[in-house]
């Protein structure tokens, strides 16, 4: 007589398929919340922050303040 127990088979047919279903939503959802999350901290203020830069800058007072300083090899300052 034995006495030993039958260990139940685990279910291989269709498992990856099965288990698909369940994450695949899963990881698309979340994927989904990490892009917008990273566009409205990162992309957006970096966005304004370029927009507020720009919006008071001067190029031709910066021009004229590194070719004062000599950054130029073709524009001589102004004293020179």
Do not use: C, N, W
Request: hydrophobic share 45%.
């Amino acid at each position: 007589m034995k006495s030993t127990m039958s260990l139940v088979k685990p279910a291989m047919r269709g498992l990856l398929a099965k288990r698909l279903r369940f994450h695949l939503p899963i990881a698309f959802g979340l994927a989904l919340v990490a892009a917008v999350a990273f566009k409205f901290t990162v992309t957006e203020p970096r966005k304004q922050a370029y927009a507020d830069f720009y919006k008071h800058y001067d190029s031709m007072k910066e021009f004229s303040a590194m070719r004062e300083a000599g950054v130029f090899e073709s524009v001589r300052p102004t004293g020179k």
